[in-house]
């Protein structure tokens, strides 16, 4: 099982990748749903960490997102129809906290740990 989890969290990093750093064709609406799609993204981005990086604590997981989307961003700036957004990291970074928040509590009421 451990072996699927690490196959698909390399995959899902390999599509997120994919797709932030390829060149779009149209203009990206400004929209709620841009960065809804962001937050949703790095949520699920935060959750494979955590559980594929056993040892990082959870603050260790929010900065592993963070660099990752900054770096992301960056690369962005040096893209054709692409560009740096600070909007676009926010939505990440509250994506991942939130997250691993997910991730606490199902894994604490799984464990039988009670609040």
Not at 16 to 29: A, C, M, N, Q, R
Not at 64 to 84: H, V
Request: with cysteine; net charge positive.
């Amino acid at each position: 099982m451990r072996k699927l989890i690490i196959c698909l969290y390399i995959i899902y990093v390999l599509v997120v990748t994919y797709f932030s750093l390829t060149p779009i064709e149209h203009k990206i609406s400004e929209s709620i749903w841009d960065k809804a799609e962001h937050f949703i993204a790095y949520l699920l981005l935060a959750i494979f960490i955590k559980k594929v990086h056993i040892r990082f604590n959870y603050l260790t997981c929010v900065i592993t997102c963070f660099s990752y989307s900054f770096i992301i961003e960056c690369i962005q700036y040096f893209l054709p129809d692409r560009q740096f957004e600070s909007l676009d990291l926010l939505a990440n970074v509250l994506g991942a906290i939130l997250g691993l928040i997910l991730y606490y509590l199902i894994s604490e009421k799984r464990n039988g740990i009670k609040f």
